[in-house]
């Protein structure tokens, strides 16, 4: 509970505005709550009405987007852009393709963009947009045609000194290259920096797939190296999800030297005790957009079962949720807490629920939140834009040294912030004061508040 009577004040207003939107509440709750520490003595921010200008958007746009199927029967869908924040740059953040894309949900991750994106110490503000449209069991032609509607729109608020989308759930490779191509004809400019999570032949960059799961992993290492002694080597994981960012995940913890068991999908998940074995999953997910159930028909030995959720009773060392925001409730920390982990790392956007936490923090487990866990992709999108600006490509080996710095950097960052504080050890504390901290400076000294 909010102890600054300016912070519940500035909370209380925030509720009265968007009462039905609880993922945004949520995460606007949780940083408050962290600035606790430090309000109380920065007068200057109630003074300039720092924290309610942190906290409301720049500006939402809103959009339809009409589209034609392959059998000629025209749809609509609501398309937004969220720009958050451009204190310290131009606004970053992904586009999500999916059915449960809200108003509520892009506001929170929009929210968390700014502070991640100021983690990663690269000029770039937060944002984050999308559609309510299912790319799922839609042809090429469809996606092609409903992205070429949704940027008809966007381009006119969108570039590479200004916006730039990345791609989130949803949104891969195919629907970057549709996104671009349209921007293209309608601007008439070759403006790769405009777009992000690009082609490696039009602009992209090598290492950005692999860049979410790569730095997660990274982080983690470096956690448990500083505050355990400790590494991933010889140690159990579960990993939730088997998108881009769970298969590089699970790739990478293998590399520095865990065991990943378990791995899942909307519909449930599988059980290796011997250890996942990485290809078949890739030729799933990635090679035929399959489910995971297909594993245990293909692998002698692992199992299948229905509901996600319950890959959080398989006992591990490090849980690395790299699925969807609040699959970590109660129950399933509980569920970790019991099988033995030491260790919790984010790697989806906001997966652990406010109580979750709290249970990790009170069995003295590391939990490192997403904003700082997952700023991997974003931190490569950066790097993206600049080898765009420059005109060149740097090498994969160049692109994950740079990453894996970052991620240390982010660490440490966040650390010190937290022993700063007086709460050593709370990363979610840390994460929270150091991204805000940047961004209300830039903030302050622009005159923007």
């Not at 700014?114 to 032609?141: H, M, Q």
């Not at 920096?193 to 470096?222: F, I, P």
């Not at 250890?275 to 078949?280: A, C, K, P, R, T």
């Not at 993206?384 to 991620?407: C, H």
């Amino acid at each position: 509970m909010l102890k600054s009577e300016y912070l519940q004040r500035v909370y209380t207003q925030v509720i009265k505005r968007d009462p039905d939107q609880k993922e945004f509440l949520q995460a606007v709750l949780e940083v408050l709550e962290s600035l606790d520490a430090i309000v109380e003595a920065h007068s200057e921010y109630e003074a300039n009405g720092v924290i309610e200008s942190f906290v409301e958007p720049e500006r939402i746009i809103t959009f339809r987007v009409p589209w034609t199927d392959d059998q000629g029967q025209v749809h609509v869908n609501r398309g937004y852009r969220i720009q958050f924040n451009s204190a310290i740059g131009p606004y970053k953040g992904g586009l999500r393709f999916h059915p449960s894309v809200n108003l509520s949900i892009l506001k929170f991750l929009g929210f968390e963009q700014v502070l991640k994106n100021s983690l990663t110490g690269l000029p770039i503000g937060g944002a984050k947009g999308g559609s309510d449209f299912d790319p799922k069991g839609k042809s090429d032609r469809e996606v092609m045609r409903f992205c070429q509607s949704f940027m008809t729109e966007l381009y006119r608020h969108i570039g590479q000194f200004t916006d730039v989308p990345a791609g989130d759930i949803g949104v891969g490779g195919r629907e970057i290259g549709y996104l671009y191509g349209q921007y293209r004809r309608l601007r008439n400019t070759s403006e790769a920096g405009v777009l992000t999570g690009k082609g490696l032949a039009y602009g992209g960059s090598l290492a950005r797939t692999e860049a979410t799961g790569y730095g997660l992993c990274y982080l983690t290492q470096e956690m448990l190296k500083c505050m355990k002694n400790d590494s991933f080597s010889g140690k159990t994981v579960v990993v939730s999800g088997s998108g881009n960012v769970a298969i590089f995940a699970c790739q990478k913890a293998t590399e520095l030297g865990g065991k990943v068991v378990a791995m899942s999908d909307s519909n449930g998940y599988i059980h290796d005790p011997k250890g996942i074995q990485l290809d078949v999953v890739k030729d799933i997910k990635l090679g035929h957009r399959g489910r995971i159930k297909e594993y245990a028909e293909r692998v002698p030995g692992s199992t299948y079962t229905d509901g996600f959720r319950g890959i959080w009773t398989i006992p591990c060392d490090i849980a690395l949720p790299c699925a969807t925001q609040n699959e970590i409730d109660q129950e399933a920390a509980e569920n970790i807490v019991k099988g033995g982990a030491m260790a919790v790392a984010e790697g989806a956007n906001m997966p652990t629920l406010p109580e979750a936490i709290q249970i990790f923090q009170k069995a003295g487990m590391l939990f490192a939140p997403a904003k700082a866990a997952n700023a991997g992709g974003v931190a490569t999108s950066a790097l993206e834009m600049s080898q765009n600006s420059m005109r060149y490509g740097w090498t994969f080996q160049e692109v994950d040294a740079k990453l894996q710095q970052i991620m240390v950097n982010i660490f440490h960052n966040i650390y010190n912030a937290s022993v700063e504080c007086g709460v050593t050890g709370d990363l979610v504390v840390g994460a929270n004061i150091a991204g805000f901290k940047k961004v209300v400076e830039a903030m302050m000294a622009q005159g923007l508040v």
